[in-house]
């Protein structure tokens, strides 16, 4: 099995810790600090979410770091057990501070719907009956 790590570039960690962790997902602590921190979304899903100034430093001299709150440059699809788990997750994210994107979509056999996170990262949580989509 392969695992995920996103580096995402954040400014403030505190509110991005509190945003994900009401979202439902756990802190790693031994990978966090006043500049990052570790959020496990799955066994297989992990988020390293660091200050602009530490993310730069690891890119290329001169590299500059996009904004996501400026131009979409990736939309973060995670599955859902359930059209329910679908809404509430968005739900959760509008509460804890994050942004409407797109409205709910309905497929039949495919249901999602999306959100920003308080960066403008944007997460669209999906449920799929995949016998249906046959």
């Not at 403030?12 to 994900?20: G, L, N, T």
């Not at 009401?22 to 790693?28: E, I, K, M, Q, S």
């Not at 730069?56 to 939309?75: H, I, K, N, S």
Request: overall charge negative.
């Amino acid at each position: 099995m392969r695992t995920i790590f996103l580096n995402l570039p954040v400014t403030d960690v505190a509110a991005s810790r509190a945003f994900y962790t009401t979202l439902g997902f756990t802190v790693n602590e031994q990978f966090s600090d006043d500049t990052s921190v570790s959020v496990t979304v799955s066994d297989a899903i992990h988020l390293q979410l660091s200050t602009r100034e530490k993310l730069t430093g690891f890119l290329p001299e001169g590299r500059p770091l996009a904004d996501p709150r400026q131009a979409t440059g990736a939309a973060y699809a995670l599955s859902c057990d359930s059209r329910e788990e679908v809404d509430a997750m968005v739900e959760k994210a509008l509460g804890a501070g994050g942004g409407a994107w797109m409205p709910p979509q309905d497929h039949g056999f495919m249901y999602g719907s999306s959100f920003t996170d308080p960066d403008g990262h944007v997460w669209e949580p999906m449920w799929m009956d995949t016998a249906q989509a046959q």
